[in-house]
């Protein structure tokens, strides 16, 4: 239900072993150019290149060219060594939803933090205007990931998010500085990307194809709870769409064994619904719980009589490289952290 998206922008080779999927010699790697697929294994010495290009000499020869192809430069007299894609700065490979991905008329992802230009606590595609990051990054950022959606805006249309059931309707860009203050957002204006920036709550991406509107929604416990997603469900009904037309999505959030609660937490929940028991598990610690996020979302969304659900719900604690935290940061006395962003747009 769930898949990385293909890189679509060129990478580089570098040192490392990697595994192919196609190959079963280890360290082969698969390489699409604009010459056709090849796999490179070894160095010089040794090289073997197969498919794509046709007609080319063996060994050392074949490999300079792929290279020359690729408009890499290659050292005279070169290591032998094993190859792998480095990723290289222009990858973006989001996570996507089957159901949200066989969409007509619809692109979405929810973007990991890999394939950006931001350096330190923020590498590499923080998107978050909120952090301390570089300004000119985080717009940088933010532009690849709407080139990346077929925007033609140079920017994904996000909230100044507030924890809230609170849901805006848009129909052009806003002012970076004058953002709503809101935690869904709804539209059906073509090429418009909008989205939800998160660091352990959970993203909610929503269309319908028939109507051509679609939906972002900023899940944290706060929102769940209070009812963010059917304000956000509603706000795309008064644009046309339909409850049984919709598809929905929900994206990388902190997993239950990385989310410890204490008691007033998990009393919250029962005072409003003691069924909500069910989400929490007995913690590691005395008078500590272990909250279900992606469950409690995945629960609200079928409670809003969508049918067609799917999670695409890694752990954002836990993968460090792929995504940003805030309780990591925080557990590591970190003085700021990035923001991941989930986007969808009416193509």
């Known amino acids: 239900a769930c898949r990385r998206a293909q890189a679509k922008t060129p990478g580089r080779l570098s040192g490392g072993e990697s595994p192919c999927a196609n190959n079963k010699e280890p360290g082969a790697t698969t390489w699409e150019s604009p010459c056709g697929s090849a796999r490179v294994r070894g160095g010089l010495a040794g090289a073997r290149v197969c498919g794509g290009l046709a ?31 480095d990723p290289g700065p222009l990858m973006l490979t989001p996570y996507q939803a089957d159901n949200l991905s066989m969409t007509p008329g619809i692109r979405h992802g929810f973007f990991t933090r ?13 998107c978050g205007p909120g952090s ?62 909008i989205g939800i920036l998160t660091a352990d709550c959970c993203p909610i991406l929503f269309a319908d194809p028939q109507a051509k509107v679609v939906g972002a929604a900023h899940a944290g416990w706060k ?34 064994p990385a989310y410890e609660v204490g008691a007033e937490f998990h009393d919250t929940f029962a005072a409003d619904d003691p069924a909500n028991a069910r989400f929490f598990g007995r913690g590691a ?63």
Request: charged share 20%.
């Open 223 to 256: 929102g769940a709870l209070g009812g963010v997603i059917e304000a956000t469900v509603k706000a795309m009904e008064s644009l046309g769409a339909e409850r049984g037309r919709i598809e929905a999505a929900y994206g990388p959030t902190i997993n239950q």
């Open 114 to 126: 890999q394939g950006g230009t931001s350096a330190g606590l923020y590498k590499t595609l923080n």
């Open 55 to 85: 007609g080319a000499p063996p060994c050392a020869v074949a490999i300079v060219g792929l290279l020359q192809c690729l408009n890499l430069l290659l050292p005279i007299k070169a290591p032998a060594t094993q190859f792998q894609l």
């Open 285 to 347: 610690h005395a008078g500590k719980f272990q909250f279900d996020l992606p469950g409690f979302v995945h629960h609200k969304l079928k409670a809003s009589s969508l049918t067609r659900v799917e999670a695409c719900a890694p752990c954002t604690y836990r993968n460090e490289s792929l995504f940003y935290s805030y309780r990591r940061s925080t557990h590591r006395k970190e003085a700021d952290y990035g923001r991941q962003i989930s986007a969808i747009v009416v193509a």
């Open 132 to 193: 301390k990051d570089d300004r000119v990054a985080v717009s940088d950022n933010r532009a690849r990931v709407a080139e990346h959606l077929g925007s033609h805006h140079g920017d994904v249309q996000t909230l100044y998010q507030v924890h809230s059931a609170g849901v805006v309707i848009v129909e052009a860009m806003a002012d970076r500085d004058t953002l709503p203050k809101a935690d869904g957002l709804v539209t059906r204006t073509k090429g418009l990307a």
